[in-house]
């Protein structure tokens, strides 16, 4: 909390005194290009879940303030924001998101989006976004400066809540993530990972990417997958990365062969659940749209059902 209020009045202070924005303490874009990740791309997983109904926001848009947008690649930013309450954490549950919703060349625009910072912060959450060039949300939210006034709207209504840790206990978890796909993976690894009395024996992360220096959160899942080795694989695919590749590493597309190879088959019945999350072609691909509960794709294919899919 004093944190939170020492930050708000030094961006009061030095915007009254007129300080240039190099000089001001708070992190403009050209500093934050070269700060380190945030701890919500770096730190150990933490299991801080929470049961739905305690999130700040709510059925209507609240305004909350900018803190920091963070770099972490060409095209990839971390963007920090107040909360409501500033003594208290977001209160989300595993898994959920929140739609952020601002008014874009006059018209209303939103997107949902999956934190990738937990409920062990206190006054903030973090974003992980990638800003396309069509991409009015990722661009609107890239161009806001920090601030101590409310500058971008949040609410959270039920339809935002997934499937709830601990998944209803299947042995094998398998992710099947496409570039900011990665974020209720991001959310879901916390509580997986850090729950000591997890009944989940294995977590197998593929995640899709164009190539290395594009893999959102790689620092963190290489910590993560060596130190928990025993309970957590991530396979990285390429879809055009130049150099050799190995290892972790595969070139091309996640595929079939790649699913029949590192997933447990149907047959494991309640002890198989997917996780899909990406684009809209990776839906049309794997399972189906997200709007239709039936599974089809390579997924309905191989034989797996509705109970043994999610599609975030």
């Known amino acids: 909390m004093f944190a ?43 299991k801080a879940t929470m049961a739905p109904g305690n999130c700040q926001f709510g059925d209507d848009f609240v305004k909350v303030p900018l803190i920091e947008n963070i770099p972490i690649s060409k095209t990839a930013y971390v963007a920090r924001f107040g909360l409501p309450d500033s003594t208290k954490p977001l209160g989300l549950s595993t898994c ?14 939103v997107r949902p989006y999956t934190p990738i910072s937990t409920n062990a912060d206190l006054g903030t959450f973090d974003l992980l976004i990638r800003k396309y060039p069509d991409g009015k949300m990722s661009s609107f ?50 509580a997986i990972l850090g729950d ?43 879809s055009n990365e130049e150099s050799e590749v190995s290892g972790d590493f595969r070139k091309g597309f996640i595929n079939r062969e790649m699913i029949e190879e590192l997933a447990p088959p149907p047959s494991a019945g309640k002890d198989v659940l997917f996780f899909v999350c990406g684009p809209p072609v990776m839906y049309d691909i794997f399972c189906g749209p997200r709007g ?21």
Not at 173 to 179: H, P, Y
Request: charged residues 20%; hydrophobic residues 35%; glycine residues 6%.
């Open 196 to 238: 000591e009395a997890s009944a989940i024996e294995k977590t197998h992360l593929i995640y899709g990417s164009r190539g290395k220096d594009d893999i959102l959160g790689k620092e963190m899942l290489d910590n993560w997958s060596a130190t928990h080795a025993d309970k957590l694989s991530v396979t990285h695919v390429l």
């Open 4 to 46: 939170f209020s020492l930050h708000r009045l030094c961006i009061r202070t030095c915007s009254t005194m007129k300080i240039p924005s190099i000089l001001c303490c708070i992190p403009s874009k050209e500093m934050s290009s070269k700060s380190e990740p945030p701890a919500s791309l770096t730190s150990a997983p933490i």
């Open 96 to 109: 959920a998101c929140i739609l952020a919703g601002t008014d874009i060349d006059g018209e209303m625009t």
């Open 141 to 190: 939210i890239s161009d806001l400066k920090p601030s101590s006034e409310p500058v971008m709207a949040f609410k959270h209504i039920s339809f935002n809540i997934k499937v709830q840790y601990p998944f209803n206990s299947p042995k094998n978890i398998v992710m099947l993530a496409g570039g900011t796909g990665i974020t209720p993976m991001i959310q879901a690894l916390h």
């Open 292 to 312: 239709e509960e039936e599974i089809t794709g390579i997924l309905g294919e191989l034989g797996y059902t509705k109970d043994q899919v999610v599609k975030f």
